[in-house]
T-cell receptor, first 113, second 110 residues
């Protein structure tokens, strides 16, 4: 296991379409996070899971966004009815119980046209 | 959540120490300071973190002021590969999430 893996790396979609991203965390990590990053900004927290439980969601996570982590392993982030404002880099991170370091994946860059 | 403020850009000569400052004046007593860096189109890479004591690892040193309102990341001998955006972040109370600033773009030149 070499780190956090995200798929796809790039996604171009038309406005109004649904998209789903996948994150595979480091295997022994029980915490998984989703962040969003727009150009010139630092990553912004979206949501986090401890095992399979989703314990916190940001106000940034509108009703069109949903995240799951079945069985406490990989996680998916779905965006329904995409809008141009959803264009961003979506980052996944995993960790053991904090305050240890959280390791980030390479991200999925979403472009909504 | 505590906020962080960083200068937007800094330059450093190769081989010299790079000292990157971060202001986190609203930090709470049990909130940690983290540093990450990000090279274009890649995910953030963890560098170091600390609570109140100075910390050192193989990548960098972290100096936190006694009042914890600011910190400095030190890269002792910067190389060209250290050119990146460096983010200072605070781990919020409850250890649930990192709150990032807008980062400092460090350019290391020959």
């Amino acid at each position: 296991d070499t780190g956090v893996s995200q798929d796809p790396r790039h996604k171009i979609t038309k406005r109004g379409q649904n998209v789903t991203f996948r994150c595979d965390p480091i295997s022994e990590h029980n915490r998984l996070y989703w962040y969003r990053q727009t150009l010139g900004q630092g990553p912004e927290f979206l949501t986090y899971f401890q095992n399979e439980a989703q314990l916190e969601k940001s106000r940034l996570l509108s009703d069109r966004f949903s995240a799951e982590r079945p069985k406490g392993s990989f996680s998916t982030l779905e965006i329904q009815r995409t809008e141009q404002g959803d264009s961003a880099m979506y980052l996944c991170a995993s960790s053991l119980a904090l305050p240890t370091e959280a390791f980030f994946g390479q991200g999925t860059r979403l472009t909504v046209v | 959540d505590a906020k962080t403020t960083q200068p937007p850009s800094m330059d450093c000569a190769e081989g010299r120490a790079a000292n990157l400052p971060c202001n986190h004046s609203t930090i709470s007593g049990n909130e940690y300071v983290y540093w990450y860096r990000q090279i274009h189109s890649q995910g953030p890479q963890y560098i170091i973190h600390g609570l109140k004591n100075n910390e050192t690892n193989e990548m960098a040193s972290l100096i936190i002021t006694e009042d914890r309102k600011s910190s400095t990341l030190i890269l002792p001998h910067a190389t060209l590969r250290d050119t990146a955006v460096y983010y200072c972040a605070v781990m919020n109370t409850g250890f649930q999430k990192l709150v990032f600033g807008t980062g400092t773009r460090l350019l290391v030149s020959p």
